[in-house]
């Protein structure tokens, strides 16, 4: 299928590995020029590289907060003209809400609401000028089924998932063919999975692999995502294809959610 992408420009945040790589790769494969940002240099320049063997579209890398006016800005400007935004950052810490004092709050909501507002507000009327525009927010499948240690996640991703929800029925968007939607992960192979596998792993005396293998066992697939499955579903919903498809939370996660809604 052919997504109907080739030359547009995209900004994707937290784009130097895991899930914002993994939509990266399927849209430069998809002819988009993206602009890809983190705050590691190192690694997004080898990601970068990596984007770039594929021959697609134009890979642009910005080193950078995306969390801070002046990331924002960078990446911003590396983009001459924002069809795509991929909105992205890594999650809070897991804890006990009462350890979390108010600075601990700001910055899960800095991080996972309030840029990705920040940066939807800076490029949607532009997109409704020219009659295209794509907006994804990579959130948490936890958004739906809360997680009792991610309340810092669960709280600001469900503020952000909010705000989408209204803003993407604006006729003054929806009818310039502008789409808000939200991909929403399970478990996916990716860091910060391993990352809380080894928190696990320390607390219970496992091993780290012994931890991943029970949460594989835990999901209907028996395995985890790849973010190369979760990239292609990301082009999709930027595509020409979707221009239907609008305000809706898109849940990934291996038919883990026993809900019917």
């Not at 992205?88 to 991080?111: C, M, Q, S, T, V």
């Not at 789409?179 to 399970?186: E, I, Q, S, V, Y």
Request: glycine share 12%.
């Amino acid at each position: 299928m052919d997504l109907g992408l080739t030359g547009k420009w995209a900004l994707v945040c937290a784009a130097s590995k895991g899930l914002g790589k993994g939509c990266a790769s399927a849209l430069v494969r998809e002819g988009v020029n993206v602009v890809i940002t983190a705050r590691g240099a190192e690694a997004l320049e080898a990601t970068a590289a990596e984007l770039r063997a594929f021959k697609g579209g134009e890979v642009r890398a910005v080193a950078g907060d995306i969390t801070t006016a002046e990331g924002r800005t960078a990446a911003l400007a590396a983009c001459p003209q924002v069809d795509i935004l991929v909105n992205n950052a890594g999650g809070p810490p897991p804890g006990d809400f009462r350890d979390w004092d108010r600075e601990a709050w700001i910055k899960a909501l800095d991080a996972n609401m309030l840029t990705p507002i920040e940066l939807i507000k800076a490029t949607i009327d532009a997109m409704a000028e020219r009659g295209f525009g794509r907006i994804v927010n990579i959130t948490s499948a936890a958004v739906k089924a809360p997680i009792d240690v991610l309340g810092l996640s669960n709280g600001a991703r469900s503020g952000l998932t909010g705000f989408v929800a209204g803003v993407a029925r604006q006729r003054a968007l929806a009818s310039r063919n502008v789409t808000l939607n939200n991909l929403l992960p399970g478990p996916f192979d990716t860091d910060r999975v391993r990352g809380m596998a080894a928190g696990a792993a320390l607390k219970s005396g496992q091993t780290v692999e012994a931890v991943l293998d029970a949460r594989r066992q835990l999901n209907p697939t028996q395995r985890f995502g790849t973010t190369a499955e979760f990239g292609a579903t990301c082009a999709f919903l930027c595509s020409v294809h979707a221009g239907y498809l609008t305000g809706q939370n898109i849940l990934l996660d291996g038919g883990a959610y026993p809900g019917t809604f």
